[in-house]
């Protein structure tokens, strides 16, 4: 698996600046993620001198990119990049395993667990494999909450999807 | 092959964004009414996907009308005639037991509608499929364990879930029936054959109703209309509600 799915182009070199404001964007939902962390940030290329950032939606519904398109927009204003759009992209559809390494990490120690191919939910508080699905949908769309049986503490995971 | 017209293409994304549109008001419906807090929170997330599909859908329909009408212009400045979603998706939510038989009958149906809409020869359209599937087989992993329960569960339950398939079951239908526009658009690759995911929709519901103890309705009367912009007399009510505030101040911005 590919621990970052942003494609960054190397034809045309992006500014470490830039690279650097948008390793800065974070999700607003999950506030300890970046964009790239979660693989909604899929590339950053140049095109005639402009910045061209491509992002995905994960879930059609998820009113948290347009606050993703504005922090874009702010981090790169700030970094004194003047020229520079923002495209969304489709296809392919954003998949959980485009979420890095990093981010899993970070993700189980917020609290909420990382998206498990084989489905085997871990307790991000004890460890327990112990669990079990109390909703199918939690706080927001790519979560669904579950329990710990070992130390009964509730809890999000984040859907494979 | 013939050449698409593109005002067919526009009249089928409308009607793919009306579809949704509408689930998703009516399943906005649901928020804070829901029947306990972990339900009420999904309903309102399957809303949330319904929407964010008729927003994608609607806006590729603005670009190929090309007369500079977006989503919103759409969504909020039509009249009941120009909506040409299906009838199934207008009905009122009902209790519990009606929104998820709908929700179940409506996802086994999209399943495979949106499987086989990823290999549409529009790439955007092809696009919004793939995105809208994933969604759909986790709707369904809900709906299907609910009419589970809900059939298999008390004789309330039962009675009150056959009921609302009884009630729903004229307006299936029209989920495997095309307008002719979209028949000519299936030529071309760009739409799927609704009537051949007839005979496996029929399967997988008989299996899922028979599981549940509950009964297939038999009833082969068949309500449509939708596509010609013919509603019940439900839709002006939910447009009604809908489209209020734009139209009592057009331009209104959050």
């Given amino acids: ?161 | 092959m013939k050449t698409v017209k593109n005002t067919d293409k526009t009249r089928f994304a409308l009607a793919l964004g009306d579809d949704a549109l509408v689930m998703g008001q009516r399943l906005s419906e649901w928020v804070s009414n829901g029947p306990f807090l972990e339900e009420d929170l999904a309903l309102t997330n399957v809303a949330l996907d319904y929407i964010g599909r008729s927003r994608m859908f609607l806006t590729y329909a603005g670009e190929l009308e090309g007369e500079g009408r977006g989503e919103d212009d759409l969504a909020f400045y039509r009249d009941c005639r120009e909506f040409t979603n299906l009838l199934i998706f207008e009905l009122p939510i009902g209790d519990f037991g009606n929104t998820m038989a709908r929700q179940y009958l409506i996802d086994e149906f999209e399943v495979a509608y949106f499987e086989a809409l990823c290999k549409s020869s529009d790439e955007t359209i092809a696009a919004i499929a793939a995105k809208t599937l994933k969604e759909c087989r986790y709707h369904l992993r809900r709906s299907r364990e609910w009419i589970l329960r809900l059939g298999d569960g008390t004789e309330e339950s039962h009675q009150r879930i056959q009921a609302a398939f009884d009630e729903i079951w004229p307006y299936v239908q029209e989920l495997f029936e095309m307008p002719e526009y979209e028949t000519g658009l299936l030529e071309d690759g760009v739409a799927v054959d609704r009537a051949s995911l007839k005979p496996d929709w029929d399967a997988e519901v008989g299996n899922t109703l028979r599981e549940a103890t509950l009964n297939v309705p038999e009833t082969t009367h068949v309500i449509r209309g939708g596509r010609d912009g013919v509603h019940t007399e439900h839709m002006g009510f939910l447009l009604a509600d809908m489209q209020f505030m734009q139209r009592a101040y057009p331009g209104l911005e959050w």
């Fill in chain 1, 1 to 161: 698996m590919n621990t970052s799915a942003t494609v960054i182009s190397i034809s045309e070199p992006v500014p470490e600046n830039v690279l650097q404001a948008l390793e800065s964007v974070c999700d607003p939902e999950i506030p300890v993620l970046t964009i790239r962390d979660l693989g909604i940030l899929r590339g950053v290329r140049m095109k005639n001198g402009e910045v061209v950032v491509t992002i995905t939606p994960t879930y059609s519904g998820c009113p948290a990119m347009v606050d993703i398109r504005d922090s874009i927009e702010t981090a790169l204003e700030d970094a004194g990049v003047e020229q520079f759009s923002i495209e969304t992209s489709l296809s392919p559809a954003w998949t959980t395993d485009w979420m890095s390494e990093e981010g899993r990490k970070k993700l189980n120690e917020y609290g909420i667990a990382p998206p498990s191919q084989n489905n085997q939910v871990a307790c991000p508080q004890c460890g327990s494999d112990d669990t079990r699905l109390i909703s199918e949908f939690a706080s927001t769309a790519c979560k669904s909450l579950h329990q710990c049986n070992s130390c009964k503490e509730p809890f999000d995971y984040f859907k494979c999807h």
